[in-house]
């Protein structure tokens, strides 16, 4: 079975910085790019950052460059569990969300074509609040 859990959502200041952890297990994961989304309320899901560590692929968003680092667990080849991590600094209010990772091996061709409702797995968000 699948599962997508993500930890380390918090209350902070404006400047501040949150790390972010979505820990997988249940599927090959050097198979799947792994991403981070976010959404607030009455806002439409939008993409944050993405990694796929087997091709060494990385994706920001323009909002986010500079500020986010997204890293992978380097895990051995074939193993089925592994953590991706998001590293936030210098938090605007603007990055209040709920943030969730999703796993998918065509993630960033889905992520081309705004495809975001068709990513395979989906963890259940963890919450992010940055006060000014």
């Given at each position: 079975?699948?599962?997508?859990v993500?930890s380390?959502?918090?209350l902070?200041?404006?400047?501040g910085?949150?790390?972010l952890?979505?820990a ?8 799947y ?5 976010r ?6 899901r939008?993409?944050v950052a ?9 994706y920001?968003?323009?909002s986010?460059?500079g500020r986010f ?20 600094n210098?938090?605007?209010?603007e990055d209040?969300?709920t943030?969730?990772?999703a796993?998918?091996?065509e993630?960033?061709l889905?992520?081309?074509v ?5 990513m395979?797995?989906?963890g259940e968000g963890t ?6």
């Open positions: 079975e699948v599962h997508l993500e380390g959502g918090d902070v200041q404006a400047g910085s949150l790390k952890s979505c997988t297990s249940g599927f090959t994961f050097d198979d790019a792994i991403g981070w989304f959404q607030a309320p009455g806002k439409e939008e993409v993405c990694i796929s560590s087997w091709q060494g692929q990385t920001y968003a323009d986010v460059k680092t997204i890293s992978a667990d380097d895990t051995p080849s074939g193993a089925t569990r592994g953590t991706v991590y998001l590293q936030m210098s938090l605007k209010p209040s969300a943030y969730y990772c796993a998918d091996n993630l960033f889905k992520i081309a705004g495809r975001y409702d068709k395979d797995y989906w919450l992010v609040t940055v006060s000014s």
